[in-house]
């Protein structure tokens, strides 16, 4: 049974660029939540996937979106973007979208945007 | 919306010696609180929740206590060794609903020999 990974492990952006992190579910997993971790902070939730659905959004603009695919691995999109992207990505996929169903975080993507 | 707010931010103990990090929540409905430990480089692992229907659970080394009157929980970590070092993080949500884990700033525990 593999884990949930991410790539890439580190990236670096201008502003104004655009970005695409990727991750991979764990097996059987069918839900994957993001998450942005800056330096110092607890994770914020992005939005969560649901069986190639969104299923829920926190408090983030549109320029942060996602996919998820066939095989419930995901993507998460970020465009336009702003020095205060600069975090830590972390995705994270559990058996469904319930909050009490543990979510297996991946080691996350650390983007830099200078 | 949910707040968490979690304390201290960082902890130095003695190998052996207990550990304490407490967080607090300021949604009432919240009643799914689950503690997450990271590790640099790894993905960060659940190591232990609770719900709000009972006060204290116990695994091991590990314990988590709740009040839920005064909308606090916490966790405790006995005869503390190196590999706990980590940050710990605790989160909030509401059980059995889709969604979103509000989760506290972290605290930074290192164990020194």
């Known amino acids: 049974e593999t884990g949930v990974t991410q790539s890439p492990t580190h990236l670096i952006k201008t502003r104004g660029q655009q970005v695409t992190l990727r991750c991979s579910s764990q097996s059987g997993h069918n839900t994957v939540s993001w998450y942005q971790q800056a330096l110092g902070q607890g994770p914020q939730f992005i939005f969560q996937?649901?069986?190639?659905?969104?299923?829920g959004r926190g408090n983030f603009p549109p320029r942060f979106s996602g996919l998820q695919f066939p095989n419930y691995s995901s993507e998460l999109n970020v465009n336009a973007l702003e020095l205060d992207d600069s975090a830590l990505y972390l995705c994270a996929s559990s058996l469904s979208g319930y909050t009490t169903d543990t979510q297996y975080f991946g080691p996350g993507t650390r983007l830099t945007v200078l | 919306g949910e707040n968490v707010e979690q304390h201290p931010s960082t902890l130095s103990v003695q190998e052996g010696d207990s550990a304490v990090i407490k967080c607090t929540y300021s949604?009432?409905?919240?009643?799914?609180f689950p503690w997450y430990k990271q590790e640099l480089g790894k993905g960060s692992q659940l190591i232990i929740d609770i719900r709000s229907n009972v006060g204290e659970k116990k695994d091991q080394r590990i314990a988590v206590t709740l009040n839920k009157t005064a909308k606090h929980f916490s966790l405790h970590i006995t005869e503390t060794q190196p590999e706990d070092s980590a940050v710990y993080f605790c989160?909030?949500?509401?059980?059995?609903?889709?969604?979103?884990?509000?989760f506290g700033a972290g605290t930074q525990v290192v164990v020194t020999p």
């Open positions: 989160a909030a949500s509401i059980a059995d609903s889709w969604g979103k884990l509000q």
């Open positions: 949604d009432s409905a919240s009643n799914y």
């Open positions: 996937y649901y069986r190639e659905e969104e299923n």
